[in-house]
């Protein structure tokens, strides 16, 4: 998440120590501190396309004389910055907000961004969950719902394009994967794809059952983001550095693998602690249990839905 700026800086036992510490109680209390402790950073991409990094999820920019767009708002603790680095790219005001989902981590900026004039685009089960009062047990926290002036106001249901700065967008539902309200979003011109936390990459996923999402509907996700990419898309995760169709096929193949095992011990009868204990994550802790979601964790996300 925005912890992963301190994992790549070498920081990785000190993220973990905040987990661990009494003055942060919760993994969301953490997730926030980081953001608000972290820079952002901006990947410029193709075009006028950016990647802002730093702030919860990857936030997607796209900049010129319609006004800046962008491809979820980021945790509200980094309002400033987030405006700053927007500036930086383009002095032009915000126009428009395209959520991926409904998570804090991608759309707690919404009530700024609505306060500046923007319109925001979210898919209809993303907008039902904004309304809710949601607890998630793995973030130690309940979302109490949102006001209703920072609520997105432009509700799609289906497949939308918008024709923007020289580039064709298409916003495209998934069906229910990460969580129930997911959406990508495709510059079509750039071939840049941006497709929020249906990707991770190089982390084990959060998978928001509560919300809607499964392992089932997260490999169907990932599957479709392989898909719609070619050799040379660029794909910008939910969380992660930049990706590409290879990236994401290694996610997919990972959850594939995860699934599998822990659906092979589930079936013979064993316990999630059980499950655990035989660490069927054990050869892709390594590379994807090195973020704020271990292998254990994990594992009790998979037994969920198998």
């Known amino acids: 998440m925005s912890m ?7 920081g990785l036992a000190a993220a973990l120590a905040l987990l661990a510490a009494p003055v942060l109680a919760s993994p969301y209390s953490t997730i926030n501190a980081a953001a608000a402790a972290t820079p952002i950073t901006v990947h410029k991409l193709r075009h006028n ?3 802002l990094e730093g702030s919860g999820g990857n936030i997607t920019a796209l ?6 767009l962008l491809v979820d708002t ?8 987030i405006q700053a680095a927007l500036v930086g790219l383009d002095p032009g005001p915000l126009k428009l907000a395209i959520l991926t989902h409904w998570h804090w981590d991608h759309a707690d900026g919404d009530g700024w961004v609505r306060a500046a004039g923007a319109d925001i685009i979210a898919e209809k089960n993303a907008v039902a969950r904004l309304r809710q009062t949601i607890r998630v047990v793995e973030w130690e926290h309940t979302f109490a719902p949102i006001p209703a002036p920072d609520l997105p106001n432009r509700i799609i249901t289906g497949e939308t394009t918008l024709h923007r700065d020289g580039e064709i967008i298409r916003i495209r539902p998934y069906k229910p994967g ?13 071939d840049v794809l941006s497709v ?12 928001d059952y509560v919300g809607g999402g499964s392992i089932d509907g997260a490999i169907r996700a990932a599957n479709v983001n392989i898909a719609m990419a070619t050799a040379h898309t660029v794909i910008v995760p939910g969380h992660g550095p930049l990706g590409d169709r290879a990236s994401q096929t290694a996610f997919r193949d990972m959850l594939v693998a995860i699934r599998g095992k822990v659906a092979a011990l589930k079936a013979q009868g064993k316990t999630l602690a059980q499950v655990q204990a035989a660490k069927p994550t054990a050869a892709y802790d390594d590379k994807w249990g090195r973020s704020i979601i271990g292998g254990d964790l994990f594992t009790a996300l998979v037994y969920r839905g198998v």
Do not use: E
Request: aromatic share 12%; glycine share 14%; no cysteine.
């Open 4 to 10: 992963t700026h301190l994992v790549r800086a070498g």
């Open 49 to 51: 396309i950016a990647m």
């Open 63 to 68: 900049t010129g004389p319609d006004g800046t």
């Open 74 to 81: 980021g945790i509200a603790v980094s309002k400033d910055k």
């Open 178 to 190: 990460h969580t129930d309200g997911d959406l990508s979003v495709y510059f079509t011109q750039a």
């Open 196 to 207: 929020g936390d249906t990707f991770w990459n190089g982390m084990y996923p959060f998978i």
